[in-house]
T-cell receptor
């Protein structure tokens, strides 16, 4: 089955700096890559996604890049704010299911 | 349009009891997925259902666990004779379909604690 790896596991950044989280996947047939944000005690919330026919997508301070040849994709958060502190999960979609990475704890230091 | 609803939000059971977790998908969604999340772990796929059908249960333990999504009412994840290792957060997600354009939206989860 699909194997999604996510790193680093924790990331601390100063408020206003950028944060980058990277994920790799194993199944070359995967064609959809969403990112979810999970705050303490809540369910994962979709923040951005990218399909395999696109290399980059941006939504305000959040962007995602995809390299299908290398089978990796990254989440970029610019001008980080305290409310960006959360656990971020990448996922890869194939065979009617999502395979998730283990998550990345992002801490934005005011 | 209400999001995915799950209840109860917290459930405490003693070893050997049964746990029933409920999930109501978003309006217009007919596909439901259940995931389990252990502490400091990602979400692990358990089962995928459509109305009255189990499509893929390959992620669900063969014993004690079952899931259903009846024609009327919520989807139910049932865990019989719970053990301490079943303690986890269980999340339900729903989508309109299964094409690459159908996003999965998650509920708030049920946190199961087995004493």
């Amino acid at each position: 089955g699909e194997n999604v790896e996510q790193h680093p596991s924790t990331l601390s950044v100063q408020e206003g700096d950028s944060a980058v989280i990277k994920c790799t996947y194993s199944d070359s047939a995967s064609n959809y890559f969403p990112w979810y944000k999970q705050e303490l005690g809540k369910g994962p919330q979709l923040i951005i996604d990218i399909r395999s026919n696109v290399g980059e997508k941006k939504d305000q301070r959040i962007a995602v890049t995809l390299n299908k040849t290398a089978k990796h994709f990254s989440l970029h958060i610019t001008e980080t704010q305290p409310e960006d502190s959360a656990v971020y999960f990448c996922a890869s979609y194939g065979n009617n299911r999502l395979a998730f990475g283990k998550g990345n704890q992002v801490v934005v230091i005011p | 349009n209400a999001g995915v609803m799950q209840n109860p939000r917290h459930l405490v059971r003693r070893r050997g009891q049964e746990a029933r977790l409920r999930c109501s998908p978003m309006k217009g969604h007919s596909h439901v997925y259940w995931y389990r999340q252990l502490p400091e772990e990602g979400l692990k796929f358990m089962v995928y259902l459509q109305k009255e059908n189990i499509i893929d249960e390959s992620g669900m333990p063969k014993e004690r666990f079952s899931a259903e999504f009846p024609k009327e009412g919520p989807s139910i994840l049932r865990i019989q004779q719970v053990v301490r290792g079943d303690s986890a957060a269980y999340f339900c997600a729903s989508s309109q379909g299964t094409s690459v354009t159908d996003t999965q939206y998650f509920g708030p989860g049920t946190r199961l604690t087995v004493l």
